[in-house]
């Protein structure tokens, strides 16, 4: 069973001065926005959020229904774009895993991996017991989760009250939030590299290839990063 304790430790993280809520709330407001105005009903944009429970996703979702895309390729892009939570899943695993834990809690946490919770727990794990860090991630997991499906409710029901440029600002909000938190953790040169360089690299090829400029600058930034640190640590 679930620790409650700790579960519940994690849950009130939302609470602090560094918590993503606001952010999250606000990207989440805008989604709600979105989909009422593509024509989802209530409940599949509620729906969408729960399970999806990913800006981006909604985003790709919400538009590749708009144009009429068919489901396999709805979900092949969804799935390419959520394919980015994949090295926060591999680097999060080591820290929260426990043999003293059920599997099934992990196949359940698995749905709360995104940044906002990533960060949360990266920050916090070192002051929770090995064995109680899976509830405690679950609790964190579970509140940010909340506060998005909650926030899709209020953009939904205010989207008559919100233009398009109010909608683009509250989109924006969370992405910033993330770079400032990626930029306060830039206390090693792995991380800073990887920062500074997607910053110069993205814009960069943007010029190149508008379609393929994040992709590409991640992929380059993150690799020479990665190479910056092996030369370091050696």
């Not at 390419?80 to 196949?107: C, E, F, G, H």
Request: charged share 10%; aromatic share 12%; with cysteine.
């Amino acid at each position: 069973m679930i620790n409650l304790k700790f579960f519940f430790k994690g849950f009130l993280c939302i609470k602090r001065f560094d918590s993503p809520a606001i952010a999250l709330s606000a990207s989440f407001i805008a989604i709600g926005a979105l989909l009422k105005n593509l024509g989802f009903t209530l409940q599949e944009s509620i729906f969408s959020t729960l399970l999806t429970y990913a800006q981006p996703g909604s985003l790709v979702m919400a538009e590749s229904m708009f144009v009429g895309a068919s489901l396999i390729n709805i979900f092949l892009a969804v799935w390419l774009v959520n394919a980015r939570l994949y090295p926060m899943t591999v680097s999060l695993m080591p820290l929260i895993k426990d043999k003293s834990q059920p599997r099934w809690k992990y196949y359940l946490s698995c749905h709360f991996v995104a940044v906002s919770s990533w960060l949360i727990v990266k920050d916090n794990y070192h002051k929770i017991n090995r064995k109680n860090r899976t509830d405690f991630w679950i609790g964190i997991g579970t509140s940010t989760w909340l506060v998005a499906i909650i926030s899709t409710l209020i953009g939904f029901v205010s989207a008559d009250y919100l233009n398009k440029n109010m909608m683009i600002g509250l989109a924006v909000i969370n992405p910033i939030y993330f770079m400032c938190a990626m930029i306060s953790a830039m206390n090693n040169k792995t991380i800073s590299s990887a920062i500074i360089l997607g910053a110069v690299l993205g814009p960069g090829l943007h010029l190149i290839s508008s379609q393929w400029s994040i992709l590409l600058g991640g992929i380059l930034a993150g690799t020479i990063a990665f190479f910056i640190g092996e030369i370091n640590d050696n």
